[in-house]
């Protein structure tokens, strides 16, 4: 297990509304990046916080918002919630943005959202 | 366009059985490979990372491989155990931190 974790577990929303998701990024990890997983489909990437700034976005709209706090936990919001949505949201953190085997990625258990 | 292509999509062996998991990329530049298992509803977790100079990797009963010049790695798994069902998904990391995902290939071991 890694010191990822993430709340809720899961989570059930209608169409329309809003959600809040949470992450604790591992000790010593600065950098968190959140993912969309769909049923059947690998991670795709959402956007990445580094040092509480946004540092990279995937391709994902406007809707899809987020913040890192001084202790490097995250929010990932989503608004006007769509059927689509519908997904586990993983968040991963790791020591810093980089593309080394030294900046991997950890990741945290999900959050299963259900969009009605 | 950066793509991590796998297959098989799935997989079913008898236990005790050894498999290989294939994997082709066109990420470029190429940074490192990674090997991760996820089991249903949670997170991933890692098994190799590979750079660039690395043929062969391995942690326990999981073999990574990776021909840098053709792009492609393959996963082994050896004896497998029950516990080895889950979906196996590989990643390449590249030249930004953005790392691009595979859709998996998920591995059912019967008794």
């Known amino acids: 297990e890694t010191g990822v974790t993430q709340s809720p577990t899961h989570l059930i929303k209608t169409r329309g509304q809003q959600v809040t998701l949470r992450c604790s990024s591992q000790?010593?990890?600065?950098?968190v990046s959140w993912y969309q997983q769909a049923l059947g489909q690998g991670p795709q990437f959402i956007f990445q916080y580094y040092r509480e700034e946004e540092n990279g976005r995937g391709n994902f709209p406007p809707r899809f918002s987020g913040l890192q706090f001084p202790n490097y936990s995250s929010e990932l919001n989503v608004n006007a919630l769509e059927l689509d949505d519908s997904a586990l949201y993983l968040c991963?953190?790791?020591?810093?943005?980089?593309?080394?085997?030294?900046?991997?990625?950890?990741f945290g258990p999900g959050t299963r959202l259900t969009v009605l | 366009k950066n793509q991590v292509e796998q297959s098989p999509q799935s997989l079913i062996i008898l236990e005790g059985k050894n498999c290989t998991l294939q994997c082709n990329y066109t990420v470029s530049p190429f940074s490192n490979l990674r090997w991760y298992k996820q089991d249903t509803g949670r997170g991933p977790v890692s098994l190799t990372i590979m750079t660039f100079s690395e043929n062969t990797k391995s942690n326990g009963r999981y073999t990574a491989t990776l021909d840098a010049d053709t792009k492609q790695s393959s996963l082994h798994i050896t004896a497998s155990q029950l516990s080895d069902s889950a979906s196996y998904i590989c990643v390449v990391v590249g030249g930004s931190y953005i790392p691009t995902f595979g859709r998996g290939t998920s591995l059912i071991v019967h008794p």
């Open positions: 000790s010593g990890h600065n950098t």
């Open positions: 991963a953190s790791s020591f810093r943005p980089g593309a080394e085997v030294g900046d991997e990625q950890f």
